[in-house]
């Protein structure tokens, strides 16, 4: 069974920057794609970033562009985001997400991280 482990998130200043990484235990990379997923207090969740199989097939929300790089090291299976000039309007639950023979951006997800919280203060 595939299981996602998110770990990196915490408390900064806007301005500031943060990783998160994303763990994903018995996931085939070869074939899917893994992607971020943020959910704010009384709002609906929302894609983030995402990164495929193929290095040049990753996604961005257009509020994160220029600011959040997502990478990926295959030998560790691990997903990573990194966040810079964090404002705090990115304040949010960060959720890992997978799914097998997928592209970005996600339009399904099969497996769900049990989140991270990041909070930017102003």
């Known amino acids: 069974e595939v299981q996602l482990a998110e770990s990196g998130g915490g408390l900064v200043q806007a301005g500031g920057s943060l990783r998160l990484s994303c763990e994903a235990s018995e996931f085939t990379f070869d074939d899917g794609a893994i992607g971020w997923f943020r959910q704010a207090p009384g709002k609906e969740r929302e894609r983030v970033a995402c990164?495929?199989?193929?290095?040049?097939?990753?996604s961005y929300v257009d509020s994160v562009k220029g600011r959040f790089t997502i990478s990926s090291d295959n030998a560790k299976n691990t997903v990573f985001l990194q966040m810079n000039n964090l404002k705090p309007e990115d304040t949010a639950v960060y959720y890992c997400a997978a799914q097998s023979w997928a592209v970005c951006p996600l339009r399904s997800v099969r497996w769900w991280g049990q989140g991270t919280q990041v909070t930017v203060s102003a």
């Open positions: 990164i495929g199989s193929f290095r040049n097939n990753t």
